[in-house]
């Protein structure tokens, strides 16, 4: 069985490209008790709020007739963004040598939060480096990697 969230990017993607965008990712949370569909959209020249009106307005009728959750959400439509939340295989190699932000569930050596420059990822394990060290975090000790940008 496939979930919300591949369900809703089935649905979503034709339509997201459609506009002459990329479908960055689709999100199913909760949170403070609400649940929160989210589409997340990118293109090389950047996304307008236009954009993310015109996606949703299109994705609108669309959820309505398919119905894909069953309990009540917000639903949302927002650029990726330039500090972006990196997932899947494909973002990690599109973005190696960029800064990075990793986050892990627990503390390794006092820190939860590492900043350093992106080395790659392999099967979930993210590899960073940090002045002129290498650090490997495993799938299970990653709860975040995004892109960060310097000024």
Not at 68 to 92: C, H, M, N, Q
Not at 119 to 128: M, P, Q, S
Request: net charge negative.
């Amino acid at each position: 069985m496939r979930s919300i969230g591949e369900l809703v990017e089935s649905l979503a993607r034709p339509v997201v490209e459609g506009f002459g965008l990329t479908l960055w990712d689709v999100e199913y949370v909760k949170e403070g008790g609400q649940w929160y569909l989210r589409l997340y959209l990118d293109r090389e020249s950047g996304v307008t709020i236009e954009d993310c009106e015109a996606v949703s307005r299109a994705m609108d009728p669309i959820l309505d007739r398919e119905d894909p959750i069953p309990d009540a959400y917000i639903f949302e439509v927002a650029s990726a963004g330039a500090e972006r939340t990196l997932k899947r295989p494909s973002d990690f190699e599109a973005y190696k040598g960029h800064l990075v932000e990793v986050r892990t569930f627990k503390p390794i050596d006092g820190a939860k939060q590492f900043l350093g420059t992106l080395v790659g990822e392999e099967n979930g394990a993210v590899t960073i480096e940090v002045n002129g060290d290498t650090l490997r975090f495993e799938k299970k000790e990653v709860a975040l990697v995004r892109l960060r940008i310097t000024v």
